[in-house]
């Protein structure tokens, strides 16, 4: 269920041009403005999302729909935004939410506790936005989103996998079709082409996505072959890498977002 936040009347006293007067110098009045006149959809908001989340609200875009179904846990305090002591339990939307209010009081938010599936895509991305995230790790949710970016012509961009990396000068962004060293995103591009018709190798797919060029680092602590517990589940993850991934993310709808045309 969406829940909509408008924290203009609980603060009249917010100066948005000077809080985000930066933004004029550097995208122009215009691009600026445009910025501050958006509305984004961040679908999942943990070790990536949540950084994207932060980049938005602290760019005066004038509203957020955010999408997760999680809670936070103490396992997230090494890389997401919201995860604290004082936290932990609360759902990862509720978090941000109480977080973009004491950022930018006159952002419209809207929370959804929900998971993206190919079933609900449709009705919880049709909301008008001007552009939409996927920052979630679920190959179904990320197939069904982008084969909706690509049949309504939403600017949108997905993400890859930050586990198992280590340097952030490694992240770029590009077109799916030039991704290299993601599984995950690689994935997404067979699956793409396969069964939906996708432009074929060599060509660009319309989709942008953020990746890392750095190869996987497996677990340090333990022999994944042997070992089944939780503590040898998945790759390890550390701040500097899935904040960058989030804060490209964001920059990538930024800057189309000033110039429209552009995503």
């Known amino acids: ?23 004029s110098r550097l995208y122009g009045l215009v691009g600026a403005t445009q910025i501050r006149q958006s509305h984004v959809v961040v679908v999942g908001v943990g070790g ?4 994207t989340v932060e980049c938005l609200a602290r760019s005066g875009v004038k509203a957020l ?3 997760d179904m999680d809670h936070l846990s103490e396992s997230n305090i090494n890389r ?5 002591t004082t936290t932990l339990g609360m759902s990862k939307v ?21 998971f993206i599936t190919p079933e609900n895509c449709n009705a919880l991305l049709s909301v008008g936005a001007d552009a939409v995230i996927d920052a979630c790790d679920q190959m179904s949710a990320k197939l069904a989103m982008s084969q909706w970016a690509l049949h309504t012509d939403t600017p949108f961009i997905t ?4 586990g198992g990396k280590r340097f952030p000068n490694k992240v770029d962004v590009a077109d799916l079709s030039e991704v290299t060293h993601d599984p995950l995103l690689s994935q997404l591009r067979q699956r793409l082409r396969k069964l939906h ?22 677990s340090q602590v333990c022999d994944t072959q042997t070992d ?7 790759y390890g993850s550390v701040v500097t890498v899935t904040a960058t991934f989030g804060n490209c993310a964001a920059a990538w709808v930024l800057d189309g977002l000033s110039r429209k045309s552009a995503l």
């Not at 990536?48 to 950084?51: C, E, I, Q, T």
């Not at 018709?197 to 750095?214: L, N, Q, R």
């Not at 089944?228 to 998945?234: A, F, I, R």
Request: hydrophobic residues 45%; negative net charge.
């Open 1 to 23: 269920m969406n829940q909509v936040v408008t924290h203009s009347e609980n603060d009249a006293s917010v100066d948005a041009d000077r809080r985000f007067g930066g933004l």
């Open 48 to 51: 990536v999302g949540s950084w």
């Open 65 to 67: 729909t955010l999408i």
């Open 80 to 84: 997401q935004l919201p995860a604290l």
């Open 94 to 114: 509720t978090a941000l939410q109480q977080r973009i209010a004491l950022i930018h009081p006159d952002c419209n938010v809207y929370v959804v506790e929900d």
């Open 159 to 162: 993400v890859g996998a930050a």
């Open 197 to 218: 018709a996708a432009p074929p190798a060599g060509k660009p797919m319309g989709i942008a996505a953020v990746f890392s060029k750095e190869n996987i680092v497996s």
């Open 228 to 234: 089944n517990s939780l503590n040898c589940h998945g």
